[in-house]
Every structure is written in C-alpha cells, then in structure tokens.
C-alpha cells in the first residue's frame, strides 16, 4: 500500500473515531504506507484545535505529508477546475496530491471527487 489521501470527511471520521477510518490508518501504519493531508483540507477542517487531539496527533506524525497548496500545486488545482467546470478548491487540492502520490483517497464524498477525476481510487466512508 502506498498509503491514503485523507479529505475533510476522512478527518472528521478521524475526529468521531470512525471506526472504517481508524483501520484504514492503521492499515497504512502497519504496511508502512504514508499518509497525506492537503494543508487546504487541515484548514477546512480545524476549529478548535486544543479539542481536535487525535487530528493533530495524526498530522504531525512522521509518516504524515501535511502538503502545502504551493505554486506548482495552486497551477494544477486551478487547471483541474477549469477542465471539470467545478469550483471547489480543497477537492482539487486532494485529487492533485492523490495523483501525484498515486495514493488511495478516503472520502465522505465521492461523487464531487469523481466529477474531478473519474479514474481515482476512492475508498467512501
């Protein structure tokens, strides 16, 4: 395994300890596989980070990719929208890491992801 991209469904699972989400991370752990966070889904979903413990545990693991929505990234994310007349910048985001890594996406929402990029891999939680 490669390891997972995590969207923001994925981590709210993570936070309501998501029982489907915890042994896809551990299944990552145990095959040595890495776990990547677009930055812009960290965003989307910290509100209170002293409450959202296992969230930021996860995110400053080793075996974590926090992945910043930097130039090159911010170029493919707004080309992949315009290719798909969608608007969503923190899906791209996620799709433009899951390509890159040719990881896995854990998603709450596979038909936006899908209308980004119909070939992905997805695993729906």
């Known amino acids: ?23 896809l991370l551990e299944r990552a752990r145990q ?5 990547t966070i677009p930055a812009t889904v960290l965003a989307q979903v910290v509100r209170r980070p002293e409450r959202q413990v296992s969230l ?15 130039r090159a990234d911010a170029v493919s994310v707004g080309r992949l929208l315009a290719a798909s007349s969608t608007t969503d910048v923190v899906d791209a985001h996620v799709v433009v890491c899951a390509r890159r890594t040719r ?3 854990v998603t709450s929402d596979p038909s ?14």
Do not use: F, K, S, Y
């Open 56 to 70: 930021l545990r996860l995110a400053h693991q080793v075996t974590t990719d926090l992945v910043a929505l930097g």
């Open 31 to 35: 095959t040595g596989g890495r776990v």
């Open 112 to 125: 936006d992801l899908h209308r980004l990029d119909p070939t992905l891999r997805l695993v729906a939680i």
């Open 1 to 23: 395994m490669r390891g997972i991209t995590l969207d923001a469904g994925a981590l709210i699972g993570l936070e309501r300890q998501d029982r489907r989400v915890l042994v």
């Open 103 to 105: 990881q896995v996406v």
